[in-house]
């Protein structure tokens, strides 16, 4: 799937994020092109990001709001790198999650916060907010993905047959999924960790539509953004499984080093 300036990825189309030059509208994820081009490999001898400040071990159960002990962490350096703790607690969350029923991806929640920055300025875009319970209101949308500007053209299957006509997709939510790729990779952070285990592990599904979870909720948003790329990049610590996953994120080389130099910021 390509468009005439940018292939989608995660995300579809460009993102909305203030360090874009062009701010059209934001990036849409779409799970067709993973394993396609081969943009990353002429750029595979640049290092990942490091994986930033570690994240301290935490009890991985269901109690409400999972992230919730992260918040000590989060607050230390969420002023040093302009980050609300909220978003910081979510992508904190995500990488140890991941590290366990993942353990050979080695994402690190610089990289998810990178992605985030670019996408949605960490769910701020336009004024919008993250709430205790990790929502971010108001939600953020893209423009409708019909392949003009520059963008895919996406269409919305499920809505496009409710309604009996065309309906395109539009990007949600601080890390700016499609409907498609969300109902691929999308999952309940705070689903109990036997199931969201098995859920990650065996890289399905998720089982029920409630585990599915809400792009517009910036726990369930990361968890599923960071799936997507040990998915498209195997190992991340690698500089070619890095650049792959985030080229599979939005097909462009300017894309994927504007991600690296967001994320390596967040190391200093």
């Not at 460009?14 to 394993?35: C, D, F, K, Y």
């Not at 009996?164 to 890390?175: K, L, R």
Request: glycine share 12%; hydrophobic share 40%.
């Amino acid at each position: 799937m390509t468009n005439s300036r940018y292939t989608p990825g995660a995300g579809g189309r460009r993102g909305i994020g203030p360090l874009l030059v062009l701010l059209v509208s934001v990036v849409a994820v779409t799970t067709a092109v993973v394993g396609c081009g081969r943009g990353p490999d002429r750029e595979v001898g640049v290092a990942p990001p490091g994986a930033g400040e570690p994240v301290p071990v935490i009890q991985l159960v269901a109690a409400g709001r999972p992230a919730g002990p992260l918040e000590d962490w989060a607050r230390r350096r969420g002023g040093k790198y302009g980050i609300p703790v909220r978003a910081l607690q979510a992508y904190g969350y995500a990488t140890v999650v991941l590290a366990k029923t993942q353990p050979g991806c080695h994402l690190g929640w610089t990289t998810l916060a990178g992605i985030a920055r670019v996408e949605s300025d960490h769910g701020r875009h336009r004024g919008a907010k993250i709430a205790t319970d990790g929502v971010v209101k108001p939600p953020i949308r893209g423009v409708a993905l019909d392949g003009t500007n520059g963008n895919a053209r996406i269409i919305d299957p499920d809505v496009s047959a409710r309604t009996g006509h065309t309906v395109y997709a539009t990007a949600a939510g601080p890390f700016q999924f499609i409907p498609d790729t969300w109902k691929r990779w999308g999952v309940r952070a705070d689903t109990d960790y036997k199931t969201l285990a098995s859920t990650l592990q065996k890289a399905k599904s998720a089982a029920s539509d409630e585990q599915v979870g809400s792009p517009d909720n910036i726990d369930d948003a990361a968890l599923a953004a960071g799936r997507y790329l040990c998915a498209s990049g195997g190992d991340l610590a690698s500089a070619r499984g890095w650049r792959n996953a985030i080229f599979a994120y939005n097909h462009s080389d300017t894309y994927v080093r504007q991600i690296h130099a967001t994320a390596t910021s967040y190391t200093a």
